[in-house]
């Protein structure tokens, strides 16, 4: 299993255009800086003007805008690298080479899943300790307490290891196409779904009760909007209870509650149990 | 026995594959598994080295039921499609395959491998700039890379020239000479007349004849005589003995199942008083039985 945990990082490294995303990740922070920067050392009266609390809420707003991008970046590059995972080598027939050895199939398929976990969560902590390190940079006025950004990284890596056990279960069963469609898709549902949630803070009663219905049912489909949610929750929530939660598409009014989380551990365990059992019992 | 199966049955849906083989392979035989295309042979070998389930039926390898770990220790297996990881170089990939089987300080190994396929000089290129008979022979490297008792290949010249065919005769060879024992799919007959002990022909998924090769040919040995001053009393009698008997550019032609029997023959034409001038007995190729054989069975469907 490790083997393939091994060659997997490697195949990554070599094959899947290592440096192009490096290099296009550089120009993101490069652009998200530079807004950052303008943003934060406007002398504009009227900015100025405003009341501290104010500019922390705008601030913070920036924040959040660019770990959900950063976040947003990352679906998709785990949609583009691991949708093959496993029916890439089974279209190809790499497979078979591979698996008339004494290797069980469930390793094959976990060993690929962990090899994957690993650079996405290196990528992922990279990309959300530079967002971060730009806002301190350029005096944020958001205060960053260490324990807070570690949990929030938590969260922040534990949201596309949650896509990447949709994502390889779904290879281990489905063609590669199919799987590229279904992850794609459930991501997008997932993200509407936050959305109509938050807006729910918005309306009184029943379309509240009911917006956060459909929010609880997409995250039941797929976590990762919730995740990112309480991300946002854990980053901003000072340990005086004083909360700097932003209002709107970005921010995390509704947080998720306890059982979201049991789900969500029940959410990877049973996809990769399922995507390895479907997967053993097939024909190559 | 090294490899048994028992009605053994792969089908998709009820279609394809192949149906109720029965097999046994003794170790150390080059078996030969010979059929057109779309007969069920790669069908059946997937299933033997655990790719594919069989839909019914049993299969052993060393004693082990096929699909089980210990079954597919001591096997190599060069797939029909042979495809590899093509981003790595050739010694790369043969390294990556040994650490799949966990065997150590490998490079000793990988040389010895590279070398018996003619691959040195090309390890450090990358696969994916390997020619087709190139991937080929590094499949057959890694297929032999743990030293498996038994080997199942796949068509393992179909990318290949003339020269690499003879070099893939010799390695076959080799591998019988320590005692290896090797199931050779092919639907190259002159291939399998060459080098298999035993072969099994299948057609549309059913194994339709099976045995020693000497044995299966020797079924059908063709002879022509010259002969003068016989009766019709002396065709009956050949003809209790022989089947196809006929004139043929004023030769007397017939086949003898066994071989035995021509002996006998010449002994009733002598005796019958008749002139015998000239007799010659013919072994037929396997192509002679093949296309007979998998002739008839096409008759049949
Ligand atoms: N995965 C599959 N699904 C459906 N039919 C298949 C599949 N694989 C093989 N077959 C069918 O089984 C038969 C035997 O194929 P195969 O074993 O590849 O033949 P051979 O190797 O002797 O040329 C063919 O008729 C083929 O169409
Ligand atoms: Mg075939």
Redesign the interface.
Known sequence: ML??T??TIK?MI??RAFLLIAILTVGYLFIYGYGLSLAFHNNNQVINNTPNIAKILLESQLLSAGLYFSNFIIAFLIVLTSVGAVSGDVE???I?????????RHEYVLGKFIGLSIIITVYSTLLFLSVIGLNIAFGTKVYLGLGNVFRALFFFDLGPVVLLSLVVASSSIMSTVNTGVLAVMTYGIAMIGGILEQMGSFFTDATSQGLSNVGIITSLILPTDVIFRKMNAELLTQNTGLSFLAQGPFGGTSQPSPAMFVYIAFYICFLLYYGTRKFE?R?? | MILETQNLTKQFNGKGGFKDVNISIDSGMVFGFLGPNGAGKSTFVKTMVGLLYPTSGFAWINGFPIGTIESKRKIGFLPENFKYYDWMTGKELMKFHAELYKIKNSDKKIEKFLDLVKLKGHENKKVKNYSKGMQQRIGLAIALLNDPEVIFLDEPTSALDPVGRIDVREIIKRLKDDGKTVFLNSHLLSEIEMICDEVAIINHGHVIAEGKLKNLLSKNTYVEMVISDYNSELIEKISKLAYDVAFKDGKLTFKVKDKDSIPEIAKIVVDSGAKLYQLDSKTSSLEDLFINIVGKDEDVC
Request: proline fraction near 5%.
């Open positions: 083997t393939i091994k060659y195949e070599k094959k190809s027939g790499a078979y080479a591979l698996l008339y050895k004494p290797l069980k019992k024909d190559l």
